[in-house]
């Protein structure tokens, strides 16, 4: 019988969780967005003399798709786990154990990691570039996924990764220090 993964759990011998700094203000915009829809369209509504109970509650059903569609999955590290908790779901992959990193390139960037005993997790490589903790769990991850073999296929995506964020660590201390 499998275990259920508390999130977060406490912290044990690996220290913290490390957690998406962004998510807060992420989740903030989305929850302005779906409220703005919502009072949107009551005002229409009321302006238009069309607005009636069953409406109201349309409108506010509709704001809350919009607002589990914009939240963002919350990521965070944890020792060698790696967790990704959405609006239904959590997913996690042990980064010691990767077996593939895949980058989708489409309309919205996406990071598909995929460990040996078969967890899943997507996560947008922006999340990595702008929390340091995370990178470096998935970097040494990563890399002892590599030396022990288990990492067949993608170690370009990773280091085209590591390429951008060196480069825009970079240049943020270039900035940081008027050298531009």
Not at 21 to 43: H, K, P, Q, Y
Not at 63 to 70: E, I, N, P, R
Not at 78 to 96: F, K, M, Y
Request: aromatic share 4%.
């Amino acid at each position: 019988m499998a275990s259920r993964m508390t999130y977060p759990p406490e912290p044990t011998e690996h220290g913290p969780w490390a957690h998406d700094r962004t998510w807060t203000g992420d989740a903030r915009s989305a929850a302005a967005c779906a409220v703005l829809l919502f009072g949107l369209l009551l005002a229409l509504d009321a302006a238009t003399g069309r607005l009636v109970p069953w409406r109201a509650l349309l409108w506010l059903g509709l704001g809350v798709l919009l607002f589990a569609a914009l939240t963002p999955p919350r990521v965070a590290v944890h020792g060698t786990i790696l967790v990704s908790r959405g609006p239904l779901r959590t997913r996690s992959v042990r980064l010691d154990r990767l077996v593939t990193v895949r980058r989708d390139d489409g309309i919205a960037p996406r990071l598909v990691l995929r460990d040996a005993s078969g967890g899943r997790v997507v996560l947008d490589p922006e999340v990595l570039v702008v929390n340091p903790p995370l990178w470096q769990a998935v970097d040494g991850g990563a890399r002892s996924s590599v030396a022990a073999g288990s990492l067949l296929c993608g170690a370009t995506a990773l280091r085209r990764l590591s390429e951008r964020i060196d480069r825009e660590t970079g240049e943020g201390v270039f900035r940081a220090s008027g050298l531009e």
